[in-house]
């Protein structure tokens, strides 16, 4: 089943050029270049509020999708851990989206989140990878995401048809308010379905990540860091790294490492940046040469031009193709995922059945 690959979680890293077209193919109508959602019988655009409730890989998706439907469709996102929203008594207000993201559709927080919030009026959304799966069958809009059966404990393609949906979520939600120009949409269309190539070129880095997992394999922490979108890679990229190599890492906002964590920076310590050209770059970098004046060790994922600007002095650099910032996301997931798998390959961990994790979570 594995067919060439070592382990089913790298099978399924490549995997994810042709997931995601597969997924994008269903959410694009390619005869008029649009956005289109499953039919339901709720006008979508009416929605005034969006809850975002998830776990790890899933929650991280929700949280770039949150930048996503704010900046299209103008909606004030709440988001949160599905344990910690059950918990809290959350403010629902009638006809709010409840928005749930599950591979398995089967994590017992995140369906116990999903109930709650259907006694309480909202809306019901689920983008889940399992279609026979509880989620999927209490949902009142079900976003299927078509990632295949996913093996590896570590969730990789999954997410990246998750970001494929809810893209595509944000921008038809963006239309249906009426804040989305034809064009607009085209554009979003032409950028999502440029994401399988960018992807693969992605992959291409494959050798260069590997030989780079030997600089990372011997250290005891690792920090990356992220800003916008790319803000929730980072947090993924360490979850990554800690569940199969079970190396310490955290995410941090870029412009967070000033008040705190910036003490932890000794040359020890690697720091995975990631910064796509674009908007934000330049405060990214700036707060990568905060680091590196300390004595940082940085690896710099970028593309040609943000390595030119700012590569000097790295420990290493990967280079990822130039990307419209919509799809920045899905692309810098491999080489968080790819740098996560090879580092644990290098210290010969069970990539596939870390230590202590499930592939489902189904108790609380
Ligand atoms: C991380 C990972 C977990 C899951 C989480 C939610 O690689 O796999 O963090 O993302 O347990 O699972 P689902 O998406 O099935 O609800």
Redesign the pocket.
């Known amino acids: 089943e594995k067919g060439n690959y070592r382990h089913f979680m790298q099978k399924e890293i490549f995997e994810q050029p042709t997931v995601v077209a597969q997924t994008l193919s269903s959410y694009l109508r390619r005869s008029d270049n649009s956005v289109a959602l499953p039919q339901f019988d709720f006008d979508i655009g009416s929605v005034d509020r969006v809850t975002i409730v ?6 991280y998706a929700g949280m770039v999708a949150k930048y996503w439907l704010e900046q299209f469709a103008r909606v004030p996102v709440d988001i949160d851990v599905a344990s910690e929203f059950r918990y809290r008594d959350p403010v629902l207000k009638p006809g709010g989206l409840a928005l749930f ?7 017992a927080d ?1 369906l116990a989140a999903l109930r709650h919030c259907k006694e309480n009026g909202q809306i019901i959304g689920a983008v889940v ?1 399992v279609p026979t799966s509880s989620m999927a069958r209490e949902a009142d809009l079900l976003l299927p995401t078509h990632a295949g059966p996913e093996i590896g ?4 393609k ?2 990246t048809c998750q970001l494929a949906v809810l893209a595509a979520l944000a921008a038809h939600m963006a239309v249906r308010k009426g804040l989305m120009s034809r064009e607009e949409e085209h554009d979003v269309v032409e950028h999502l379905l440029e994401a399988p190539a960018c992807m693969n070129a992605a992959l291409d880095h494959d050798d260069d990540i590997a030989a780079m997992a030997h600089l990372i394999a011997p250290a005891r922490d690792v920090l990356y860091l992220g800003r916008g979108p790319d803000y929730p890679l980072a947090l993924e990229g360490a ?2 790294l800690k ?1 199969i190599s079970y190396i310490h890492a955290e995410g941090y906002a870029s412009g967070e490492m000033k008040h705190g964590p910036i003490a932890l920076i000794d040359d020890l310590v690697p720091v995975i940046v990631l910064a796509p050209s674009g908007p934000l770059f330049e405060k990214t970098v700036s707060n990568m040469e905060e680091v590196r004046a300390r004595g940082g060790k940085i690896v710099l994922i970028s593309d040609a031009e943000g390595l030119a600007l700012a590569g000097e002095g790295c420990i290493a650099t990967i280079e990822m193709p130039r990307v419209h910032p919509l799809i920045a996301p899905l692309v810098y997931a491999i080489p968080v995922q790819l740098l996560a798998y090879h580092t644990a390959c290098v210290k010969g961990t069970d990539v596939d059945q870390p230590r202590n ?1 499930a ?3 189904t108790v609380e």
Do not use: D, H, R, Y
């Not at 998830?54 to 929650?59: E, R």
């Not at 993201?101 to 994590?107: A, C, D, K, R």
């Not at 404990?153 to 990789?156: D, E, G, N």
């Open positions: 998830a776990c790890g890989t899933s929650f993201i599950s591979q398995s559709g089967e994590t995140t990878n404990v570590a969730s990789t999954a997410f979850l990554k569940e994790l592939k489902s979570v």
